[in-house]
């Protein structure tokens, strides 16, 4: 009686159909594992060999707001990282900003064949924020987390001040009805409000 330890989906040598293959047995090697398979179309009982994946420590420039740090990831060697994508540092979200390969900068690129990546700290950013305080407008900066979302309309508190939200600037766009969430928004503008008194 077979003994079968699990199924895997693969194409078969045989009937070069990718079927279920019945896993027979299992050999651990120095650099990889053997199976031993058998199709379910064809009943061709053959071994294959999966060589153990690597894993690679990678270069990271991480900053948080003016502050710049060297730091270091691991991951598995065909990998692949792409601008945008979010991965932890030292335990902490973060945003793959650029990828350095062979001297240049690109989009993405397998994690052997990165030279370095810049990353900034994703579990919160900084909003910022004009607001309109009558003749002058203000800056400021806010921290919350990337997917906290800000609507036109919204009240908000800056520094002991009330302002209502009345556009915001995303990377794609002016948002004027709706909202977006802090990791898309370059900007918002607000306009503050004056408590009125009554006599």
Request: glycine share 4%.
């Amino acid at each position: 009686m077979e003994r079968i330890y699990r199924i895997m989906k693969l194409l078969c040598p045989n009937c070069n159909r990718e079927v279920e293959q019945k896993v027979l047995s299992v050999k651990y090697r120095k650099n990889g594992t053997e199976y031993t398979l058998k199709c379910t179309n064809c009943g061709y009982t053959y071994k294959k060999f999966f060589e153990d994946e690597k894993m690679v420590d990678v270069k990271v420039i991480w900053s948080w707001r003016d502050k710049s740090e060297v730091k270091r990831i691991s991951k598995l060697e065909e990998d692949i990282i792409t601008v945008g994508d979010e991965v932890k540092v030292d335990g902490i979200n973060s945003q793959i900003t650029a990828i350095e390969s062979d001297g240049k900068r690109v989009k993405s690129a397998k994690v052997k064949d990165i030279d370095t990546l810049w990353a900034k700290r994703f579990d919160k950013v900084v909003v910022k924020i004009s607001v309109n305080r009558g003749s002058k407008t203000v800056s400021y900066e806010i921290i919350a987390h990337p997917d906290e979302e800000f609507y036109v309309g919204d009240i908000i508190d800056v520094e002991k001040m009330h302002a209502v939200i009345h556009k915001i600037k995303t990377k794609e766009r002016f948002v004027m009805r709706g909202g977006a969430l802090a990791r898309d928004i370059v900007r918002i503008y607000a306009k503050e409000i004056r408590e009125v008194r009554e006599y």
